[in-house]
């Protein structure tokens, strides 16, 4: 189970629940509290301002400070109102209303204060003006002030219009009296400030009246009900909440109820997860410790533990391919069905694997119906775990586990993965037991090929010597064979002794052949053309109840070769071919061409892929057996008793160097076939070697010029040259040579021996070359392929003969060298 999921629903529950609880909580209540509060001030303190109004009125109040005091105090509380009441739009509205009342009670207030003042003082003066009068000795003036005074005092209680009117008479009727002596200045004092009451009093008692008619009663009862209607909402939402509390508390309880389970379900998974771990680890060291001949019973047994751990009915491992592999193992009382678990890789193919190739079905059951559900019942599953994979070579491997009857206990994604881990440990054992098995052929291979390494360059070293030893034999047999007559009876003896050097002559150049390990010239060859040649001289040779037949392709075969070796790779081949046919019979040779998409192996050959020239040789002979099949390619192994068994172990080096590959097959009574695999190129127009023909002649005294370093070989090809007709001038020194062709240019032709290995011909036939441009240079060497045609050339070499030399051969050449420009010439 993922915790990414459990972790959001489990975050979003609590942010609920804490969103719930400050929501239960009536937070605004408090808010409320304050404007209710702010409220019962402002009415208190209007009150108290009437009140304050009223006693002003009544003269009881000496000053206004409590008035002003009550004043600020009611700005105060209007203040702390729309504070309460924060961004609610109704409320303020409400408390705007309820402030521009209380804004007009202060005017009113205001305007009062400054009438009263006036008010109060007037009072004071009429009073002192109306005692100053009451005084008097003038008994109209005192009647009159004594009247004034009365509807005074009457206005001050009652300033009706009839009130005010007697007052305005009573002055009118003071103003009127004819002669007030001394007190006029009294009366008009009084006069003025009655009629400033007169005026103030019915002012000053209308601005009280619309000052107590002013009262914000109904204002405030409408903030009241507005705050008490948020309240009492603010009360049911808060029950609201906290009932979507309890809810989401008891979901809570329940998504930690299901968290806990899973959890469990997970940690169980877990253990057996490390159990199946464990027993993974175990199978893996049993393999590393299994020698190759136990794996096949350590697989088995790995399954037995892996199924056990599992808790499955069967478990198997399944390898398609070239080889299959098949390890199985069931429970005790259980069986497989017919077919299984073969079948397991393509039922696997139907269902859509994970991207580790894992296929789960937990509950057969449950599948959909078709096809897949139907062969799943038929086998007895009841549920099924796999892992497959293919391996780079298209093989296709499968581990599978099975439950009869009853669905698979394997259920956590984790558990599933380590399906792919098994099946790669099973898979990594074979391979290492598979490695194991290659390493020791490859040892068995290696130490074969230092074998054939040592014999070859044992056996070049010795054909050196030995090729020093025919050299003398030779030069010694024809310069005897001169000096005979053709019918003496001497003469049949030395021929046979020639013929019996040449052979081993012949041998030694095999040797040198199966010895050398450097890369010759090469060529674009037709083989038709090479095969044709190869015919013509096999003709001679074979037995006359044995016959050649060549069958080509209508397409050009042309490779990249040596033609005097690939000459010698077929008449080695067919040769063998006409020694192992006792009947008349034929030896057919077919040439075709072959696409090779993919890499192959032929053999003991590793090809790659392109196209391929085939020379297949086969002949109805005796036919080979296995062991012998397998002997055949081995250094001097035959199976005649005149072999030298180089012959074939020689042609498979050849065929190796030109990066081909060798078949064979035989069947003992029934013939043997080779075929030659060569890479094919795609030039139209193949260059094939100019051979030196064995043309002979005799000279009529040119001086030839002799290099050999050893004086006794030195002496042979002087003998040999003095008996063709020629004059040498031998020397054992580079040196000693040049300084002759510097002091007098005499020289017809220069013979010069060269040694594999060695430089001292080459470089000579360099300085000739500066010294005597136009003289022929003929090279004596026991093997021409290490040389290259470029260095040839460049040295100036015209011809290249055998060594040791021949009278035959060294006579055509220096023949063509005296009678023909000079072109390099290069030995087959």
Known sequence: MKMTPVVVVVSFLLLLLTWLLLSGLNLNSTRFDEQIEALDQFSRFERALNREVLTARAGLSRNYDALARLTDAYDGSVHRLRRAAGSDVEESAAIDILAAGANRQQTLVEQFKSRNALLRNSFLYFGIFSARLAASDRTQVVAAATTLSAAMLHLTLDTSPAAAREVKD??????????????????QAAIAHGGLLHDLLPLTDAALKALMAAATTREQDAVRALIMKRQLAARASARHYRVLLYATSLLLLGALVFLGLQLRARAIALQRRAAFEHVIAGISMRFINAQPHNIDDEVAQALADMAECIGCDR????????APRQHVWCKPGTRFSPGWPNRAPALAARFNPSVDGTIHVPRVDRLPVGES???????????????????KDGTTVALGFDAIGRPCRMT???????LRMALDTIVYALERDSMEQERARLEMHLQRARRMETVGTFSSGIAHNFNNILAGILGHTEMVEEHLDAEARPQHNLTAIRRGAERARDLVDQILTFGRRREGRREHVCIK????????????????????KVSESAEAAVVSAEPAQLHQVILNICNNAAQAMDKPGVIQI????????????????EINPGRFVVVSISDSGRGMDEGTLERIFEPFFTTRYHGNGLGLATAREIVREHSGALQV????GAGTRFDIWLPSVSSHQPILVQHASGTSGRGVGETVLVLETDRGRLLRHEEILAALGYEPVGFTGAEEAAEACAVRARFDAALLCHQPGASLALDFATTLRELVPNLPIVL???SARDLDAQLLATSGVSEVVHHPLTSAELAGALSRCLTSPVRPRLLS
């Open 529 to 548: 053309t090479l095969v044709a040649e190869a015919k013509s001289l096999l003709a001679p040779s074979l037995p006359a109840h044995v016959e050649v």
């Open 590 to 605: 077919e040439i075709k061409t072959c696409e090779i998409r993919e890499a192959r192996r032929i053999t003991q050959f």
């Open 373 to 391: 559900k139907e062969i799943c019942v038929a086998l007895g599953l009841g549920g099924w775990a796999c892992a497959t994979n293919v391996n």
């Open 315 to 322: 478990a198997y491992f399944v390898s398609t391919g070239a």
């Open 665 to 668: 097959n035989s069947t003992v």
């Open 412 to 418: 956590a994604a984790g558990e599933l993965s380590l």
């Open 170 to 187: 009573r002055l009118e009727q003071l103003a009127a009296l004819p002669d007030p002596g001394g007190d006029t200045a009294s009366i």
């Open 780 to 782: 004596a060497t026991t």
